[in-house]
């Protein structure tokens, strides 16, 4: 079975500051592909980044990046000059099929002054 | 484009009586699916669409129902409602053509069942 296990409940990390989420993933899959989802305080669910299991360059968008290492099956998330609107949980996800996607429990974010 | 809609934002059902969660979208997207959330859980797929009378089981469908008669609307029914179906719905759609496309998510509606 497949399964998407973010570790860290909870991080905070100061203004203009770096942090990373970690990510993990199981699967017997060759053929998938990875997201992060941001969800902030008004609940609406927002795509940050998306990774294809068979493309070997790391996703990057803008102050968003991924370190995809595929053999360890690991999926992180680097904000770099993270912002105060950063603040959200944030969730790794996972798809193989169209009816698959499976979401990890989500790591809630806190970006401080 | 409103994007994806989703009605009511909140609602408190008392256990047994049914109601629908309306989900509409405007971007023409042959996909749509129904979420739940829960507190430490992620998200779950309960039932999804690849097109107008088109559904199929997710993860947890127990205890819902869906239909697709337009390619616009999605809504979610719940027949007898229980307090383990208090929770946070969320109804999302994709232009279908591969996994890769982004799936947009509509506000959520948060149910209480008392």
């Known amino acids: 079975a497949q399964t998407v296990t973010q570790s860290q409940p909870e991080m905070s990390v100061q203004e203009a500051e770096t942090v990373t989420l970690s990510c993990t993933y199981d699967?017997?899959?060759?053929?998938?592909?990875l997201f992060w989802y941001k969800q902030p305080p008004s609940r609406q669910m927002i795509l940050v980044i998306r990774q294809e299991a068979y493309k070997q360059q790391n996703a990057t968008e803008n102050r968003f990046s991924v370190n995809f290492q595929k053999a360890a099956k690991s999926f992180s998330l680097k904000i770099s000059d993270s912002q105060l609107g950063d603040t959200a949980m944030y969730f790794c996800?996972?798809?193989?099929?169209?009816?698959?996607?499976?979401f990890g429990t989500g790591t809630r974010l806190q970006v401080f002054p | 484009n409103a994007g994806v809609t989703q009605t009511p934002k909140f609602q408190v059902l008392k256990t047994g009586q049914s109601m629908t969660l309306q989900c509409a979208q405007d971007m023409n997207h042959e996909y749509m699916s129904w979420y739940r959330q829960d507190p430490g859980m992620g998200l779950r797929l309960i039932h999804y669409s690849v097109g107008a009378g088109i559904t199929d089981q997710g993860e947890v469908p127990n205890g819902y129902n869906v239909s697709r008669s337009t390619t616009e609307d999605f809504p979610l029914r719940l027949l007898s409602a229980a307090p383990s179906q208090t929770s946070v719905y969320f109804c999302?759609?994709?232009?279908?053509?591969?996994?890769?496309?982004?799936?947009?998510f509509g506000p959520g509606t948060r149910l209480t069942v008392l």
């Open positions: 699967t017997s899959e060759n053929n998938y592909y």
């Open positions: 999302a759609s994709r232009d279908t053509g591969g996994l890769y496309n982004e799936q947009f």
């Open positions: 996800a996972f798809e193989w099929s169209t009816d698959k996607l499976i």
